[in-house]
């Protein structure tokens, strides 16, 4: 009598605990299969279709387009061919001072290489990893070195290089200051908040008209300053560093709410009790920041680099609307000379400056997640 | 004097750092608030007042006019513009609630739970889509090459992809997620045109919606990572212990927790969604036309049309100011407090 009793209340109880272990097991994959599924429809195709593309000739042809194999062609052009100094930039004769650069450059690659093959727990991955990222860092210090100064001209790819990295750095330090300024309790930060926020919400190409109208030396709001200082007749396009300064200044004035709202969340979402502990134990706010806060954030803000990184690298609004990638390239970025390239219907080229950009990004972005994030997230 | 240097609690400033504070403050608002100024009195400037020079007040300096509002809202171009925003204000929150969804539910998968797939598997896998463009770029229909991809794909699944052992982890997909927006734009919009060409789905809202949210993935999932990794796992564990399935911990647990960084990360796909230009262009021909392709068209034959382009980019942000606004409130602290000691 007992047994049955028993035996009938579990029975049903017995099923719903396989049931839901069985949805429990599958549970890993529903949660990720539809963000992969969805990902793999649309991105994975353009991938190796723009691949294709990047190694043939796109013509019209009646009724549509035709697309011919040339093999390497593409990439041929862009490094050696008509195209080299578009994309490397004029090389200028090495002098003593980018031996110098270049050798310090080479000789810190060395150590790095050296200190990883001493210690012991080498592999070949990570060997080969690293040197292929001694190499690329080193080509790349050899092409700006010989760029950057006396008669030479910087192609496209240090440009965006520029861009990307003097563009983050600076977004990523405003955005942090503010962001500390306005998880304060003061009166009216939500005001600033959301007055924060206002730039990243105009679209791009909104942003780079507005700037334009902003720069203009005779009709812009800024006229009398450069009549006062004697600027009347100068020009963004007549100069290669003015114009790409205030490209710049246009991509941080829109891109630093992107790292401001991230970084609030983060500031937001993060325990009080630690903070409280450490006043309670008399730790000045730097020691707070240092050892509370920053470890913190850290993790937040090595994804925010990683997304700007990449988004960065895309920049093309800005540099067509505001100097129409001038004076001569001085202001074009990647994307803007694959942008050229196809408006002039020469896709296959275009797909190979994209995909020399997407090794650029790849490079980059592996660096960043393999080296410094891993290092300076596990190390807390 | 002390007093002015010390902070009565933890997230109160000193009276000398409030200050300090709203110095800095004024001034980084002031140059976020004066290039939109001057969108706001170019809206209201015709053409020669904007061709002579700078004019700051108005009234003062020049005499304001309605004509391009007019213009934009009842005139020539009210049709266009209206209906365009309409499509803006569909497609980009739709969107970006769809990606918010599967991105959330996908970050927490790469936080909480450990995957292996197989190298052999994936090979195989891009063998199998290459094999199916190259047919379906052959000539035959695009259904028989799918199909017959995907029968060598489960074939060699079975037998060649069993052969390698080695597994990638969690960051490796979470790399291959972000890796997905390297592309520039202008690389892919002719796939894209040609993938919803043979789909018949160009000029429609499906398209875009389809577009935006996945290129918005990678973003969600990446920022929704991080932030679901400062959950205390022990939260979850004591859900657990409790009985709750892993569907309901996510739904009960894990979200309300996570609410700051989900209203953040909703902000900024919004924001993407509605200002995209490049992939709009191609996708959209007139049906379903986003904003920012008309302000793009106010750069006419006679140069750009700055009245008339101001005054969209003010129509564009008002609809995103008031969703930030409403939103910015969730983004505070003290959801945890507490929860984690009882």
Redesign the interface.
């Known amino acids: 009598m007992d047994t049955t009793a028993t035996h009938e209340e579990q029975q049903p109880v017995r099923l719903h605990t396989i049931i839901?272990s069985a949805?429990?097991r599958l549970?890993?994959s529903?949660?990720?299969l539809?963000?992969?599924l969805?990902?793999l429809?649309?991105?994975?195709?353009?991938?190796?279709?723009?691949l294709?593309?990047s190694l043939a000739k796109f013509d019209i042809a009646p009724g549509g387009f035709k697309l011919t194999f040339v093999g390497l062609n593409n990439y041929k052009k862009l490094f050696t061919g008509s195209e080299g100094t578009h994309f490397l930039g004029k090389f200028a004769p090495s002098t003593f001072i980018t031996w110098l650069v270049f050798g310090a450059v080479v000789i810190g690659l060395g150590i790095f290489l050296a200190r990883y093959v001493l210690n012991n727990r080498i592999s070949i991955g990570g060997l080969i990893g690293r040197m292929l990222l001694a190499l690329g860092l080193g080509s790349l210090t050899w092409m700006l070195v010989h760029t950057l100064w006396n008669g030479g001209r910087l192609g496209t790819a240090s440009i965006t290089l520029v861009y990307v990295f003097v563009g983050i750095f600076f977004q990523y330090i405003?955005g942090l200051?503010?962001a500390m300024?306005?998880?304060?309790?003061?009166p009216g930060r939500?005001f600033?908040?959301?007055?924060?926020?206002?730039?990243?919400?105009?679209?791009?190409?909104?942003v780079a008209?507005?700037?334009?109208?902003?720069t203009d030396t005779?009709?812009?709001?800024f006229?009398?300053i450069w009549q006062a200082l004697g600027l009347i007749n100068f020009s963004w396009v007549n100069n290669a560093w003015g114009a790409r300064t205030a490209i710049l200044i246009g991509d941080i004035?829109q891109w630093t709410p992107?790292m401001f709202?991230?970084l609030?969340?983060?500031?937001?979402?993060?325990?009080?009790?630690p903070?409280?502990a450490a006043?309670v134990d008399g730790a000045n706010s730097w020691q707070i920041f240092r050892h509370i806060t920053w470890p913190?954030i850290l993790?937040?803000s090595m994804?925010l680099m990683?997304?700007r990184l990449?988004?960065a690298?895309?920049i093309?609004?800005l540099p067509n609307v505001m100097t129409n990638g001038g004076p001569g390239t001085a202001t074009q970025s990647?994307?803007y000379h694959?942008?050229i390239n196809?408006r002039a219907l020469n896709?296959g080229a275009?797909?190979a400056v994209?995909?020399m950009?997407?090794f650029l990004?790849?490079f980059f972005?592996m660096i960043f997640?393999n080296l410094i994030r891993q290092r300076t997230v596990e190390t807390l | 004097m002390r007093r002015w240097f010390q902070s009565k609690?933890?997230?109160?400033?000193s009276p000398a750092?409030?200050v300090l504070?709203?110095v800095?403050?004024g001034v980084?608002?002031l140059?976020?608030?004066?290039?939109?100024y001057?969108?706001i009195i170019?809206s209201f400037k015709n053409s020669s007042q904007?061709?002579?020079?700078?004019f700051?007040i108005p009234f003062a300096d020049f005499k304001p006019s309605l004509e391009a509002w007019r213009y934009i809202l009842v005139g020539d171009l009210s049709q266009d513009t209206l209906r365009n925003f309409g499509n803006t204000l569909l497609v980009a929150p739709v969107s970006s609630l769809i990606a918010l969804v599967?991105?959330a539910?996908?970050a927490?998968?790469?936080v909480r739970?450990e995957?292996r797939p197989r190298v052999g598997a994936i090979l195989t896998f891009?063998g199998c889509?290459?094999l199916s463009?190259v047919l379906i770029s052959v000539g035959l229909s695009w259904p028989i090459g799918l199909i017959v991809s995907a029968a060598v794909f489960i074939l060699l699944l079975q037998t060649i992809g069993r052969r390698f052992k080695r597994a990638l982890g969690n960051?490796d997909?979470a790399?291959w997620?972000?890796?997905?927006?390297?592309?520039?734009?202008?690389?892919?919009v002719?796939?894209?045109y040609?993938?919803f060409q043979r789909l018949h789905l160009l000029d429609t809202y499906t398209a875009l919606i389809?577009?935006y949210?996945?290129?918005n993935?990678?973003?969600v999932?990446?920022?929704m990572?991080?932030?679901v990794?400062?959950i205390p796992i022990e939260l979850e564990e004591c859900a657990s212990i409790d009985g709750a399935?892993?569907?309901r911990i996510?739904w009960s647990v894990v979200l309300p927790l996570a609410v700051?960084?989900l209203?953040?990360?909703f902000?900024?796909v919004l924001?993407f969604s509605?200002?995209e230009?490049l992939l709009a262009l191609f996708i959209s021909s007139a049906k379903v036309q986003t904003?920012?392709l008309t302000?793009?068209a106010q750069?006419a034959t006679r140069g750009?049309q700055?009245w008339n382009?101001s005054v969209?980019?003010l129509i564009?942000?008002i609809p995103?100011?008031v969703i930030?606004?409403i939103l910015?409130?969730y983004?505070?602290?003290?959801?945890?407090?507490g929860a984690?000691k009882g």
Not at chain 1, 192 to 206: A, K, N, Y
């Open positions: 839901s949805a429990d549970a890993g529903v949660f990720i539809p963000a992969v969805a990902l429809f649309l991105s994975l195709f353009p991938l190796i279709a723009s294709y593309v405003l200051s503010l300024l306005t998880v304060q309790r003061l939500r600033f908040r959301v007055v924060f926020l206002l730039p990243m919400m105009i679209t791009p190409v909104g008209y507005m700037f334009r109208m902003l005779s009709k812009g709001p006229t009398p004035w992107f709202i991230v609030v969340a983060a500031l937001e979402s993060q325990p009080v009790e903070v409280e006043t913190a993790p937040v994804t990683l997304i990449i988004e690298f895309k093309v609004d990647l994307t694959a942008y196809w896709i275009s797909a994209a995909y950009l997407l990004v790849t972005a997640v | 609690s933890i997230n109160t400033p750092g409030a504070s709203y800095v403050l980084w608002a140059l976020i608030l004066f290039p939109l001057w969108l170019t904007v061709a002579e020079g700078p700051y599967l991105g539910t996908a927490y998968a790469l739970f995957y891009i889509l290459v463009i960051n997909i790399f997620m972000i890796s997905q927006r390297m592309l520039p734009p202008v690389a892919v002719i796939p894209i040609i993938l389809i577009t949210v996945t290129s993935l990678p973003i999932i990446w920022l990572r991080d932030y990794s400062t399935s892993r569907y996510f700051p960084g209203v953040a990360t902000l900024f924001v509605w200002n230009y904003l920012p302000i793009a750069n750009p700055w382009m969209l980019i564009m942000i995103v100011i930030a606004i910015e409130r983004i505070t602290r003290g959801l945890l407090i984690v």
